[in-house]
């Protein structure tokens, strides 16, 4: 492993195992969109538990989420997220080598005001911060900072601005600058951080999206268009193809899950149904899908439903439901198409993340996915 300095290793970038593997949004109640009991209750000593949990499992990162007004109306669950950078301050204070990663709505903080932030987290990891990099899509957050959204062309233009301007503080230079969203004089970051720049990921899935992720992100993650993992190759060569033959790198290709894990399947996809389809927060994600979802009101029911059971599910993200060693064979599927990065959610967080390290994660090292820690 390499380390900037005198920093440590930021394992998110450095680290050897196949499949690498990350908390997702425990600075707030987790991913679901539920009403069930067992919804993570978000405390900070939660949080704390969770995170230092995550790094004795050996996880390579804990990755926030981001939210200025909620879903679900005023006081909903949704919005109760602690702002990203404060918080991974105060992680990266309670860790030693898990990867601490804010996640960044760029339309909305300013490059200079996240370079010296950004900054303040690296120095306090030594080394070990980085940045989940969006655009803002949500109208409702927009209008709070008197910002209407964005076309979708030009969101990413300031987005490669945006990125411009903080790798250039971020490496030490003072400069004026003069484009069409950022007009700078004297722009200037100190302190000196510990890494050269920090680890970043991206989302973005339009053809301009796919871009902006090659071009600027270690990791790009995916939106997966079948539940067949061995169908995602192409996405994922799709990806690496881009990186490599516009901008000469490689990158990394994450996946975003929500995460199951029972003594059989259908105990899995009993509890499946319970928060989801019995228990789901119906309204607050019909909300979502229609103030968010461009084409919502065209879509067939279909695709609505699978959408909604997604979100409600955990983040919409991809399933790792059924038995240890079912959830083992299907990562091993994923990372056989090509995924090397997962972000996980659980409903309950901490049970959900304790039963992963002790059941799944010796399956993964059998399967020469993840090496033993030392």
């Given amino acids: 492993m390499s380390e900037d300095k005198a920093g440590k290793a930021n394992s998110m970038r450095d680290s050897a195992n196949r499949v690498k593997l990350a908390v997702f949004a425990a600075n707030g109640k987790g991913g679901a969109f539920t009403h069930h009991p067992d919804r993570f209750n978000g405390d900070w000593d939660a949080q704390v538990r969770l995170a230092k949990s ?9 990755v926030s989420a981001s939210r200025w007004k909620p879903f679900g109306g005023d006081g909903h669950y949704s919005g109760d997220l ?7 301050a105060a992680i990266a204070a309670s860790t030693d080598r898990i990867s601490v990663m804010s996640t960044v709505h760029m339309t909305i903080i300013h490059p200079v005001i996240a370079a010296k932030m950004a900054t303040t987290v690296d120095l306090v990891s030594k080394g070990r911060f980085g940045m989940n990099l969006v655009c803002g899509w949500y109208p409702a957050e927009m209008a709070m900072f008197d910002e209407d959204v964005k076309p979708h062309e030009d969101r990413y ?9 903080f790798d250039r503080l971020f490496a030490g230079e003072s400069f004026d600058y003069s484009g069409d ?23 973005g899935g339009s053809p301009r999206g796919s871009e902006f992720a090659a071009k600027n992100a270690d990791v790009a993650f995916i939106i997966a268009q079948s539940p067949d993992p061995q169908k995602m190759k192409g996405q994922v060569d799709q990806y690496r193809s881009l990186a490599r033959e516009r901008f000469g790198k490689e990158i990394q290709i994450g996946l975003s899950t929500y995460v199951v894990q029972r003594d059989t399947r259908e105990e899995a996809e009993a509890y499946v149904q319970k928060y989801v389809v019995e228990q789901g927060d119906d309204a607050a994600v019909a909300e979502f899908i229609e103030a968010n979802v461009a084409n919502s009101k065209t879509m067939p029911d279909g695709a609505i439903r699978q959408m909604s059971f997604a979100i409600k599910a955990g ?3 991809f399933p790792l439901v059924g038995t240890a060693a079912e959830i083992a064979d299907t990562i091993e599927l994923l990372s056989q198409a090509g ?21 799944i994660v010796p399956l993964l090292e059998e399967k020469g996915l993840r090496v033993p820690l030392s």
Avoid at 54 to 62: D, P, Q, V
Avoid at 157 to 165: T, Y
Avoid at 339 to 359: K, S
């Fill in 54 to 62: 995550a790094e004795e499992i050996g996880f390579e990162g804990f």
């Fill in 82 to 88: 602690m702002e990203t950078f404060t918080w991974a």
């Fill in 157 to 165: 233009a300031l987005a490669d601005e945006w990125v411009e301007i």
């Fill in 181 to 203: 969203y950022y007009k700078l004089r004297g722009a200037l970051n100190q302190p000196r951080p510990v890494q050269h720049r920090p680890f970043f990921m991206n989302a």
């Fill in 315 to 317: 983040y919409g993200g």
């Fill in 339 to 359: 995924v090397d990065t997962l972000l996980l959610t659980w409903l309950d967080y901490e049970g959900g993340l304790q039963a992963f390290g002790r059941d």
